[in-house]
């Protein structure tokens, strides 16, 4: 059964920081690219961040340019989401999504063509 499980959403104050995962079941998730995305309540799902199969390319959204980093260990089939200088405007529900390429070398944020997705973990930043 393919499953992609997210963890390690919480309550936050603005300034701290979490480290998200994104445990892969049942796939080898060292041939997909990885996404996070969010939604904020009354809000679209938007693209975060991804990383490529190879790990050798990644991408993030202006507002957590310098903030969250991805990364992946392929070997624990697991990818996170490291967040800092958490804000506000970042809370939301996070989820992580899996595509297939053929090549190992691209990601992407468009929420239509993911092939798998997990069901999401809450952040929440706030004082």
């Known amino acids: 059964q393919v499953q992609l499980v997210e963890s390690g959403g919480g309550l936050v104050q603005p300034g701290d920081s979490l480290r998200l995962s994104c445990a892969a079941s049942g796939f080898s998730a060292a041939f997909y690219g990885i996404a996070w995305f969010r939604q904020a309540p009354g809000q679209e799902r938007e693209g975060v961040s991804c990383?490529?199969?190879?790990?050798?390319?990644?991408y993030y959204i202006n507002s957590v340019k310098g903030r969250f980093t991805i990364s992946r260990d392929n070997a624990k089939n697991t990818v996170y989401l490291q967040m800092a200088s958490l804000k506000p405007e970042d809370t939301a529900v996070y989820y992580c999504a899996a595509k297939y390429y053929t090549d190992s070398m691209v990601c992407e944020t468009n929420y239509n063509n993911m092939d798998h997705w997990g069901k999401g973990t809450l952040v929440t930043v706030s004082s």
């Open positions: 990383v490529s199969a190879s790990n050798d390319y990644t």
